[in-house]
């Protein structure tokens, strides 16, 4: 398989974009903003024509009528005025006339002010104005200039002339009226047709922004949701266990390159897998290799030791033999030459039968049962009393636990672990040893400590390999298997074993047990025939 990825073929004709994601995304934002803006604008200036027009209406049209028929009531109550003084001659008639000249004056500045830049309405009013001013010239301001009293033929005519007069005022004052109510009723009709025109703006604004976010939402489903949501089922295909399956790329190119990235991605992990595959076949099989050796080494460990023993306990037995008969008889060179032989015979049986009990860990004594520890260091102490009387050694212990194991490795556990401690003590010094146990993380944690000679930090890991010493035989005896038996027998039980470089007092070795063996192996092997014969030659 090679590490090109291969990308899949379009439909003839189809050109995948080279857009990204962000490049949609500024320009679909950047239309919906300008559309919502005309939209936004379109509104406002359709609110603000539907306001002005209501202004108008309601501060200028209304307003203006209304004042033009109070401007005719002070023209009627001047013309009221005047006949009646006119006609009686009596003073009092003067007063609505000249409240009416008050009121004419006040309503025509309203109107002047009203009607500000509309030249057709203040045409209007300046009509009225000059029919007004002719009729006071002519009518009223010599009637009212005439002395008060009986009435007189002059008034009279005035006053019968002067009807035509303020009949031309009436006339104007109409035509001012009726053109202003023509404005008004023109401007409710603009502000019904622009109420109108502001509602279906408004309704299309909301079609409008409905079908942009349609628009959006609709692109966005297309142009993101859908690829992710392929590229996301075709991810949890593969995460599924099918590697083969390819991924295929779409959407943006953003998209297509994330695609692509995780195509490439798979093809490396079949990479990976395949040479992953073929590494765990060799190592399978290097497996299957090693624990053939393994128990073929076992088979040779058992069988050879137990083989050793005859011819070792002959040379040993006549060289004991020699050393009786002949010790003294010969030279001081020949018997030195005797004890060396005799020493090396019991020497090598003693590692013999230290290799035969590290051979037999896991394989021979393989008898998992519940057993309180507490009972087990008691017999440990009991095989090792002699040392401990010869040394006066103290060994004290915290409650021991009881946990499933073998007895017959947990008690050369502890004669191993409690043999050195009595064994490597100081000279000068009663050797105390104190034993303590504590649950840790699921396993029960252990500790021997003494005041001996201590280990060096360096050897922390020499010392727990099998045939490893760190003294001579003439300063301390030993085969050098027994704390490599402690760890074979600690790791067959499911816990690790170690020294604690802190502790400068003296030795201090830490030790994990497991409640249960995480599995109990069978033994190994070894003919029924070899085993039998291996015993028998014991």
């Not at 297309?222 to 599924?240: F, K, M, T, V, Y």
């Not at 994330?258 to 992953?276: C, D, K, N, T, Y």
């Not at 073929?278 to 083989?307: I, M, P, W």
């Not at 922390?460 to 301390?476: C, G």
Request: glycine share 6%; charged share 25%.
């Amino acid at each position: 398989m090679t590490g090109d990825i291969q990308q899949p073929q379009q439909p003839r004709g189809r050109r995948l974009s080279s857009w990204t994601t962000r490049r949609w995304l500024r320009v679909g934002v950047g239309a919906s903003l300008v559309v919502l803006t005309l939209l936004g604008l379109t509104g406002a200036w359709v609110m603000a024509r539907s306001q002005a027009i209501s202004n108008n209406l309601t501060d200028v049209r209304s307003p203006s009528l209304s004042t033009a028929f109070r401007l005719e009531t002070a023209l009627v109550n001047q013309e009221t005025g005047i006949r009646g003084y006119g006609l009686t001659g009596t003073e009092e008639f003067l007063a609505p006339y000249r409240q009416g000249l008050a009121d004419q004056k006040a309503h025509t500045r309203s109107l002047r002010e009203l009607l500000h830049g509309d030249t057709s309405r203040l045409h209007d009013l300046t009509s009225v104005q000059k029919a007004v001013d002719r009729w006071r010239e002519e009518v009223a301001e010599p009637v009212a200039a005439e002395p008060a009293g009986t009435p007189s033929p002059q008034k009279a005519e005035r006053l019968t002339n002067g009807k035509a007069t303020f009949d031309k005022v009436r006339a104007a004052l109409e035509n001012q009226q009726e053109r202003l109510r023509a404005d008004r009723v023109q401007a409710r009709a603009d502000l019904q047709s622009t109420v109108t025109l502001r509602n279906w703006v408004f309704s299309a604004i909301a079609l409008l922004i409905a079908a942009l976010a349609a628009l959006v939402f609709e692109g966005l489903r297309r142009g993101i949701n859908r690829p992710l949501e392929r590229l996301g089922a075709d991810a949890r295909i593969i995460s599924a266990g099918d590697f083969d399956h390819p991924i295929t790329p779409t959407g943006p190119a953003d998209l297509r390159r994330l695609s692509g990235e995780i195509e490439s991605m798979r093809h490396r992990l079949v990479r990976e897998l395949a040479f992953a595959e073929e590494a765990r076949l060799r190592l399978d099989a290097q497996a299957a290799d090693l624990k053939r050796s393994n128990a073929e080494l076992e088979q040779f460990a058992y069988v050879a030791s137990h083989d050793l023993q005859e011819p070792l306990r002959k040379v040993s037995s006549f060289t004991q033999l020699l050393q009786r008969r002949y010790g003294g008889q010969l030279d001081e060179r020949a018997d030195q030459y005797i004890d060396f032989a005799v020493d090396g015979a019991n020497r090598m049986q003693i590692l013999i039968s230290d290799l035969l009990n590290f051979s037999r860990v896991g394989r021979v004594h393989n008898a998992h049962q519940s057993i309180d520890l507490n009972k087990t260091l008691k017999e440990s102490l009991s095989a090792l009393s002699v040392a401990v009387e010869e040394t006066g050694a103290t060994i004290t212990h915290d409650p021991l636990p009881t946990l499933v194991a073998d007895p017959s490795q947990m008690s050369m556990l502890w004669q191993n672990l409690i043999g050195n401690a009595v064994k490597f003590h100081r000279p000068d010094e009663i050797p105390k040893i104190h034993i303590t146990a504590g649950q840790e993380a699921g396993l029960w944690r252990f500790t021997v400590t003494d005041n001996g000679i201590g280990i060096p930090p360096e050897y922390a890991e020499k010392i727990f390999v099998i045939f490893q010493r760190l003294h001579t035989k003439d300063t301390y005896s030993g085969s050098g298997i027994g704390l490599a038996m402690c760890k074979k027998i600690v790791e067959f039980h499911g816990g690790t074993i170690t020294i604690d470089p802190d502790y400068r007092d003296g030795a201090r070795i830490v030790f994990t047990l497991a409640p249960e063996p995480p599995q109990i192996p069978g033994p190994s092997a070894i003919p029924e025939h070899s085993r039998t014969e291996a015993e028998q030659a014991r």
